[in-house]
């Protein structure tokens, strides 16, 4: 069953403007993952926060994660362009098994 | 250098038919995956296998078989073919399973007709 849920399902904004996104799971975790799909292309890891981070930046970018709430968001600062891409977290099944589950995706446009 | 590669790019055939998507990683990763992602951009694991060895197998029907000759390659092979299965078919690979880092091939865009 689907583990992460992104929110909103679509962003759209102007460059230069920040642009948040959502995700909740289910279960207990021991790591989320951030990852970014350009239109037509294989998925790109974005940044890995471990259960015991509350943030951590990378960049533009910038994940937080509260495990009591069992959320994390991702914020992009100064969106260009090139960000226009669909933006999925990920979680590990429980039981540090092999799986990763990931969202449905949040579709972000960004406008020049 | 390409770490994930995946051929081919783009796949059209016929109903029943039995065709071959092939992925290779030069990453030295130990753990390969097969993703399948549908219309709704819903992307879902299909099969994992860690060193030559199946550890993953999601409820698939048994029309996909996935062959790994080695580490380095696994291959997803489909028989008869249906509608349903007209996706875009990712590989992945990673060092670790779970917790690390997934890199992703580009995709194998499926169309059957």
């Known amino acids: 069953s689907q583990q992460g849920e992104e929110d909103p399902q679509a962003l759209s904004i102007q460059e230069g403007e920040n642009a948040t996104m959502n995700c909740s799971y289910k279960?207990?975790?021991?790591?989320l993952q951030w990852y970014r799909q350009n239109s037509g292309r294989g998925l790109v890891h974005l940044i890995l926060?471990?259960?015991?981070?509350r943030e951590k930046h990378s960049g533009r970018l910038r994940v937080t994660l509260d495990t009591s709430k069992k959320s994390s968001s991702l914020l992009i600062t100064a969106s260009r362009a090139a960000d226009t891409a669909s933006y999925y977290c990920a979680t590990p099944t429980q039981g540090g098994s092999e799986k990763l589950v990931f969202g449905k995706g949040t579709k972000l446009t960004v406008n020049p | 250098d390409t770490a994930v590669s995946q051929t081919p790019k783009y796949l059209v055939t016929q109903m029943g038919n039995d065709k071959s998507i092939k992925c290779e990683q030069n990453?030295?990763?130990?753990?390969m995956y097969w993703y399948k992602q549908d219309s709704k951009k819903f992307l879902k694991i299909m099969f994992s296998y860690n060193n030559k060895e199946l550890i993953i197998n999601e409820t698939v029907p048994n029309r996909f078989s996935p062959k790994s000759p080695d580490k380095a390659h696994l291959n997803l092979h489909i028989n008869s073919l249906e509608l349903g299965d007209s996706a875009v078919y990712f590989c992945?690979?990673?060092?670790?399973?779970?917790?690390?880092?997934?890199?992703f091939g580009p995709g194998t865009r499926l169309t059957v007709l």
């Open positions: 990453l030295g990763h130990d753990t």
């Open positions: 926060i471990r259960s015991n981070e």
């Open positions: 279960t207990s975790i021991n790591n």
């Open positions: 992945a690979s990673s060092q670790l399973a779970g917790e690390s880092t997934q890199y």
